[in-house]
């Protein structure tokens, strides 16, 4: 494999945005392959508590299987502690030693979270980056806030807009309303068995429910609404 993308994500869950992304990251870089990778513990989504890695995993796995440039791997769940990129493309430059590029594809509304992100200034060399245009996100100021070694490593790609997220998604299947079309179907199959992002069933008052009882924070602080 001479030019791999590496696609970042909660993937909670994931969606046709996502999709989209990176299969439009892949043709404008002629990519060999795009690997998505699901975060195991994201780093910056600890306000809210997440779905299983696995059920994140089977996820993944069900909406890429259909292209064939298209991966999926578990180095992040499996690796204990939080998940931090810089570990990630390390590990993917010692399996593949002779790569001719290495992306790590994000949104624009993720690209700047980077700056804060662990080991910021070897990220920056281990890897190029390709940030994709996001409805309601603006990449123009970027410029203005970033320094120039790291606009250096930043390619900006406009893609059709999908006005999709998976915070929607959760809200979406919580108030019982549809998401066909926003997300594969084999993911809507899956979630749908699986009974995610349902609201907990009513507790009988002399049981009242304990403190940590999942319950959504759809709202996670703006700058940190992604991971690593
Ligand atoms: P959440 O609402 O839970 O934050 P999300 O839809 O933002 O979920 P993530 O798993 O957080 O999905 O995002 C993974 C990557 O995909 C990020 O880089 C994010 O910017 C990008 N991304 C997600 N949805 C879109 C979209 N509709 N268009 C462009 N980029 C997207
Ligand atoms: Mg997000």
Known sequence: MQRLGIMGGTFDPI??????????????????????VPNGRPAHKKAYLVS????????????????????????EIERPGPSYTIDTLRAFRRIYPDLDALYFITGADAVLEILT???????VRECRFIAVTR??????????????????RVSFLPIPGLEISSTDIRRRVR???????LTPEPVEAYIEQQGLYRPLPMM?????????????????????????
Request: hydrophobic share 35%; net charge negative.
């Open 15 to 36: 969606h046709y945005g996502h999709l989209l992304m990176a299969e439009e990251a892949r043709q404008a870089f002629a990519l060999d392959q795009v690997v998505f």
């Open 135 to 152: 409805p309601g996100f603006v990449l123009e100021r970027l410029s203005a806030v970033v320094d120039a070694e790291f606009l250096d």
């Open 204 to 228: 009988p008052a002399e049981h009242p429910p304990a403190l940590e009882v999942p319950v959504y924070s759809e709202e996670t602080p703006e700058g940190l609404k992604n991971r690593p």
């Open 52 to 75: 299983s890695p696995e059920d994140r995993y089977a996820m993944t796995l069900l909406a890429t299987g259909s292209n064939p440039c298209f991966s999926c791997s578990r180095i």
């Open 117 to 123: 992100w662990h080991e910021y200034d070897h990220l």
């Open 175 to 181: 108030e019982g309303r549809s998401v066909k079309y």
